[in-house]
């Protein structure tokens, strides 16, 4: 009981400085509208920012995969589990996002946390150093301590503090690590300087992309975006978030994959995802690369830039993004929290965002779009920000 009474005591703790989480359950599939915890709400908290995880041909291409290939997978991709489904939709993303690479291949991973830890600690060891921007995702944090490199974090996009980092080490092996989309704040990596940095200290740049691909760059992701071509670059994206489906993937050079299919203990050492889901992968690339997707992304545009007006008029600091994600920076915990349960009240989940996940002091709402999104759900967005800034004034 002793054991048990000392994380009883830690939870406590989270409770009284509000960073308790809590899940809600949603009983209907992810969409703008959706009932949770059962009630009708709208929802700004998911990643679906092309409305695609409901949609109707990826339901079908998950049975029809289904149909084909079974329910589960077998076995790790090594040892039987690699199928003609995995296989195809590896061909389909490199084809679709590896433009930057002279001989591009794609490897499909069950989770982008997953190919995250796999990427780094395959490239890098004890006597590499990897450079990592200080509001890169948990997942890059955890892949550098897997790796066991040293690491040295730059404040946030400064490319100056980053070169002299570069400049007074001596490692033999060099990684720089970013995000593409910052996840908590919506702004974006410079992906051309960074190539520049990388190239001129031959060190590897690795670029998550969870938020940009899909969207930026007609869906073929921020570094196609950029129009950037280097051997250098591994580009990750993730099939959880825009893509509507789930996994994620890896592409650089094809002698850098065959090195993680060899070497990346986090590729190796799992069961392969079930093929309907690579198979649903597919049939959501096609749906990113067609003019149904164009379409999406000019909706998701447009609901952006009417987003961006509304938190100009509150009364918070809104972080400066022209993504799907948008914060608005409250401060402590208990008022963002406060702020969460009143418009809650109204019918709209928008997620307090707390330490860790977040740096102290900077707790926020994080109001993310989709395509799904309508005018009328924006406007009901607008009412209720406005009538809580009446709360907090
Ligand atoms: C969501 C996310 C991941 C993890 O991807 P999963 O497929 O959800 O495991 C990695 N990096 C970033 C920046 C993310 O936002």
Redesign the pocket.
């Known amino acids: 009981m002793e054991l048990l009474a000392a994380l009883e005591q830690q939870l406590h703790t989270l409770d009284t400085a509000g960073l308790r989480r809590r899940r809600r359950i949603a009983d209907t599939a992810c969409h703008a509208h959706m009932r949770v915890d059962g009630r009708e709400i709208i929802g700004f908290a998911s990643?679906d920012y092309l409305g695609l995880a409901a949609h109707p041909r990826l339901v079908e291409a998950l049975a029809e995969g289904a149909a084909r290939y079974g329910a589960g997978s077998g076995g790790s991709h090594l040892l039987g589990g690699h199928s003609r489904a995995h296989a195809q939709a590896e061909e389909d993303l490199a084809a679709f996002s590896g433009g930057f690479s002279s001989a591009p291949r794609a490897l499909f991973f069950s989770?982008?946390?997953?190919?995250?830890l796999a990427v780094i600690s395959a490239l890098a060891d004890r006597d590499a150093t990897i450079f990592s921007d200080a509001l890169?995702?948990a997942?890059?944090i955890d892949g550098a301590r897997l790796s066991r490199a040293t690491v040295q974090v730059y404040p946030h996009l400064d490319l100056h503090s980053l070169e002299q980092q570069l400049n007074a080490c001596t490692s033999a092996t060099k990684l720089i690590v970013s995000?593409g989309?910052?996840?908590m704040d919506g702004d974006l990596a410079p992906i051309a300087a960074l190539v520049a940095l990388a190239e001129r200290h031959h060190a590897w740049l690795v670029i998550?992309d969870?938020?940009g691909f899909g969207v930026l760059g007609q869906g073929r992701g921020i570094v196609q975006q950029a129009a950037v071509r280097s051997s250098n670059l591994i580009y990750?994206g993730?099939?959880?978030?825009a893509a509507g489906v789930?996994?994620?993937f890896a592409i650089a050079h094809e002698t850098l994959i065959e090195w993680l299919v060899q070497r990346a203990r986090p590729y190796i050492f799992t069961t392969a995802a079930p093929p309907a889901v690579a198979y649903a992968v597919s049939a959501s690339l096609a749906l990113i690369a067609s003019a149904e997707g164009d379409t999406r992304r000019q909706r998701l545009a447009l609901s952006i830039a009417r987003v961006r007006e509304i938190l100009k008029r509150t009364p918070w600091q809104a972080i400066d993004s022209h993504t799907a994600i948008q914060p608005l920076v409250i401060g402590g915990n208990q008022a963002t929290l406060a702020l969460a349960h009143a418009i809650d009240a109204q019918g709209l989940w928008v997620p307090a965002i707390r330490p860790p996940t977040v740096p102290l002091g900077s707790s926020r709402l994080r109001i993310s779009l989709s395509a799904a999104h309508t005018d009328a759900d924006l406007e009901r967005l607008d009412a209720a920000l406005h009538s809580v800034s009446e709360l907090a004034a």
């Open positions: 990643n989770t982008g946390y997953m190919a995250n890169n995702h997942s890059l995000d989309v910052f996840s998550d969870a938020h990750i993730t099939l959880g978030k789930a996994g994620a």
